[in-house]
């Protein structure tokens, strides 16, 4: 029996139609269930504050919850890890950061994932400038001095991070670089931690951003002795850049973005993008961002993809200048 050709070509593109039916629909409900966000570190840090600031907006704007998990441990090896098997459906994202994006693959020998090949970029949520502090008991009143008092009494002073490769780890590692400083690393599992015991005097230097900081800073808990931006910045006008004190091109600050599993539908990648965009521009966000003098992202995938390569090119030479290991 002849079938029409006519015929024929519609039964064609009926059968195609009826293939793609579950792809088109997975990604036109998306999300179906809660969506997990991962944070890499314990909870306390800017980035937990971040990560929560843009959940808590996208759970009102996809109308499922957004909840944000703290995987901390083996500098942010464990959570990435986790989140490079976890199904590419768009539910499990991670945020990233210069230590798990742009040193790891340059600080640790093995790694059970590549970060270019088992993820992929989304979008930069914010950058952060880095806050340089120290215990008030620390007998130094300003920058040029505690640089002094470090050299003069090499390896008797500790400073705290929140964990190998934070971004606290590496600022502080960078400013040691170069100014020729000498300090004991103690990593902890998070920024909160790590400012129990600098608090407390047990460690007398760190590193971390204004959303973390901000609160011991006014009440003299901390003192603030540099930024590690290019630019001093609009909370701390009084606290010059480690770039003004003779360091010039000194310039670190931390930023984080969203990553989701390699494998992820481009047009939930896409609605994931342009979801955060919307959160980052909302009020409360954006009220949350200045007050931790933050700066908000939201472009791309494109846009952060070359940010993270630029990231890679910088830090990976200062990884192998200032030695850098994991502790």
């Known amino acids: 029996m002849n079938i029409p050709r006519r015929q024929v070509l519609a ?10 039916t579950p792809l088109l629909r997975a990604q036109s409900t998306w999300p ?20 929560r600031s843009v959940a808590a907006e996208l759970s009102k704007q996809l109308g499922q919850n957004v909840y944000v998990e703290n995987k901390p441990g083996g500098a942010g090896v464990t959570a990435m890890a986790d989140v490079a098997k976890a199904a590419p459906d768009g ?19 093995n790694q059970p994932y590549n970060v270019d090949k088992d993820f992929v970029p989304v979008t930069l949520l914010a950058k952060v400038p880095n806050v340089f502090v120290i215990h008030p008991d620390v007998p130094a009143k300003n920058f040029q001095e505690f640089v002094a008092y470090v050299k003069k009494h090499p390896g008797e002073l500790n400073y705290g991070s929140a964990g190998n490769a934070s971004a606290g780890h590496l600022a502080m590692e960078y400013l040691k670089l170069v100014t020729g400083m000498f300090m004991t690393h103690i990593p902890y599992r998070g920024t909160g931690p790590q400012l129990a015991d600098l608090l407390a005097g047990r460690t007398q230097a760190s590193s971390a951003g204004m959303p973390a900081l901000g609160a011991y800073i006014r009440s003299g808990k901390l003192r603030a002795i540099a930024v590690g931006t290019h630019q001093r910045i609009a909370a701390l006008p009084d606290v010059p850049t480690v770039a003004e004190m003779g360091y010039k091109g ?10 989701a599993p390699a494998g ?4 939930i990648l896409k609605r994931l993008q342009e979801e955060s965009y919307k959160a980052l521009r ?3 966000v954006t009220e949350r961002f200045a007050t931790d003098n933050a700066v908000g992202g939201g472009g791309p995938a494109s846009e952060f993809a070359a940010f993270i390569k630029g990231e890679q090119k910088v830090w990976s030479d200062i990884v192998k200048r200032a030695k850098i290991k994991p502790d």
């Open 11 to 20: 039964l064609g593109a009926a059968s195609a139609l009826g293939a793609a």
């Open 32 to 51: 179906s269930k809660p969506v997990r966000f991962v944070v890499p570190f314990a909870p306390g840090g800017t980035s937990e504050i971040v990560a």
């Open 91 to 109: 539910h499990t994202i991670i945020l990233g950061h210069v230590g798990t994006l742009a040193v790891n693959p340059y600080m640790l020998d």
């Open 250 to 259: 000194f310039e670190t600050s931390q930023w984080y973005g969203i990553l």
């Open 264 to 267: 992820t539908p481009p047009d």
């Open 282 to 284: 909302s009020s409360a």
